[in-house]
């Protein structure tokens, strides 16, 4: 198997964290103790800008770019929100790095903060990581007793804190706006930019928000440079590792971190040991629930955005949930649709009520009571969703506009047959 530096999962243990003094043995807070007071926060944010680091909650955002959007005279306090909500069906990354070694997010998030001269940071978490939520409280505090975190850090004269808040648990807090209306105690459903949260986020004041996985990558891009950032990368569009969650129908699913753009076939037969019981690969989603299915003519696809992007989906969290041609791909849609449908805000029609709609169709199809005409009758309503509010609701047409175009032949052997042929 060809093996690949590690870098965010170089501390990862199988049974524990990485302590703080692990950490530091491996070249954890150098990037700080290196660059706080010393660096101006300007060299910060193009340093990440230069590094290509693109967003890695799903929407692939330049990192570097969005700290240069928080304006120079902004008023304080400022913001930084780390984005843990992780409720993206298949996504457990964040997880995974929180559990792996929390300190590298912590250095991240406060070498981030002082690209923008942030004071204050909030981890964002789902309530069901509550040992992740545990695990960053108390090693907050050590960072914090080694003089990395809290007033004045390491006599820079930079004040960060840094406080742990737990979701009420539903997939759209972790919508970028949605979140900053949680955060402040009022109900949440998303925001209309501009502005821009990091021009008028929480309680109107600058606020960046990133994904923990982002944030992770920033003490190494600072510590080894931009270009060695890039050159991590299989491919030329690509930058840095990424960590793959790979699940479904592979004997060994798991998180694992190969360099960006690794071929999706590699990941599959090679990381994730092969496909299970001898089945063959028919799709995948490549980047959890809110992408479109991935046939298995893309099976050789390089696994970064760009390679995503140039066969029309999105590499969104990396989440690769891959199914053999044993799996019935309307029943996974119907499943798929069911989350979108429970977990939709109510706050705009298309998706309050198309969602639900397409829903009742989808099932009626694969319980074999199905019609040819609802075809086009979902087609319509999925396309409605891209009329939504927020991108919630094209995320949840993405899967079924995919079946649609590459499975229609499915879709007509369970109106036809009269029942799931995957059930004989
Ligand atoms: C419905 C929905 C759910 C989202 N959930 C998450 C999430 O759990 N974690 C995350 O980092 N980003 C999530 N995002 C993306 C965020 O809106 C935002 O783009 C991201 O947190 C920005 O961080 P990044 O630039 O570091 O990727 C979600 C977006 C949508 C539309
Ligand atoms: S698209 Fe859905 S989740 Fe987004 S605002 Fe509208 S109802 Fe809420």
């Not at 524990?16 to 700080?32: M, N």
């Not at 979701?167 to 402040?184: D, K």
């Not at 590699?266 to 992408?291: N, Q, W, Y």
């Not at 053999?324 to 309307?330: K, Y």
Request: charged share 25%; with cysteine.
């Amino acid at each position: 198997m060809t093996s690949y530096p590690k870098v965010l999962l170089q501390n990862r243990k199988p049974d524990r964290i990485a302590t703080i003094d692990e950490y530091r043995e491996s070249g954890g807070y150098t990037a700080l103790t290196e660059s706080l007071g010393k660096v101006p926060s300007a060299d910060v944010r193009q340093t990440i800008q230069n590094a290509v680091l693109l967003g890695r909650g799903g929407a692939a955002f330049p990192a570097g770019m969005k700290m240069s959007t928080v304006p120079e005279d902004a008023p304080f306090p400022r913001y930084l929100v780390c984005n843990a909500d992780e409720m993206e069906p298949g996504t457990f990354k964040d997880r995974v790095l929180i559990h792996a070694d929390p300190h590298q997010l912590i250095e991240g998030m406060v070498l981030t903060a002082s690209g923008v001269q942030a004071e204050k940071g909030i981890v964002f978490i789902r309530p069901e990581y509550e040992s992740a939520a545990r695990i960053l409280e108390r090693e907050v505090g050590i960072a914090r007793d080694a003089g990395f975190v809290g007033k004045d850090i390491l006599g820079s004269g930079f004040d960060f804190h840094i406080d742990v808040h737990r979701s009420g648990g539903r997939y759209i807090c972790g919508e970028v706006t949605a979140q900053l209306n949680a955060l402040e105690g009022r109900r949440p459903n998303p925001r209309k930019p501009p502005p821009f949260p990091t021009v008028k986020g929480l309680w109107d004041r600058p606020t960046l928000v990133n994904n923990v996985e982002t944030l992770c990558c920033v003490p190494h891009i600072l510590k080894n440079g931009a270009d060695w950032f890039k050159h991590l990368a299989l491919t030329e569009t690509g930058a840095g590792t990424k960590l793959y969650c790979v699940s479904g129908k592979v004997n060994t699913p798991g998180c694992f971190e190969l360099p960006m753009g690794v071929p999706l076939r590699e990941i599959v037969e090679t990381h994730a040991g092969g496909m299970r019981s001898g089945g063959t690969f028919k799709a995948c989603l490549p980047g959890g629930a809110s992408t479109g299915f991935l046939p298995k003519e893309h099976f050789d696809i390089d696994m970064d955005f760009e390679g995503l992007k140039a066969v029309g989906n999105r590499l969104g969290t990396a989440a690769i949930m891959v199914f053999d041609e044993s799996t019935c791909l309307v029943r996974v849609t119907c499943n798929l649709i069911d989350f979108f449908a429970r977990e939709s805000c109510g706050w705009c029609t298309p998706c309050r009520e198309g969602i639900p709609y397409i829903k009742d169709l989808l099932w009626r199809i694969e319980n074999g009571q199905g019609e040819v005409a609802y075809l086009d009758m979902i087609d319509r309503m999925a396309r409605h969703l891209w009329n939504a509010y927020c991108a919630f609701a094209p995320g949840a047409a993405a899967p079924v506009q995919s079946l649609l175009e590459y499975y229609r032949d499915e879709l007509m052997a369970h109106i036809e047959g009269g029942s799931c042929p995957f059930d004989k």
